[in-house]
C-alpha cells in the first residue's frame, strides 16, 4: 500500500502551536505533521501511524 502524503494548510491559535512544538520537543511525535496526523486520526477514529 502506497502512503502518498497531502499538504494542507490550516489556522490553528497560538496556544495548540505551542503545544505541539512542546510534544515535538519532548520527543512525544517525530514533528508537527506526525503531530497532527495523528490528533486527526484519533478523532475520526483512524489508525494512527508510529
Partial sequence: MVNTKYKVSV???EETILKVMEAVRNRKFRNRSHAFESAI????G?????
Fill in 11 to 13: 489556522s490553528v491559535s
Fill in 46 to 50: 483512524g489508525e494512527n501511524e508510529q
Fill in 41 to 44: 486520526n484519533s478523532v475520526l
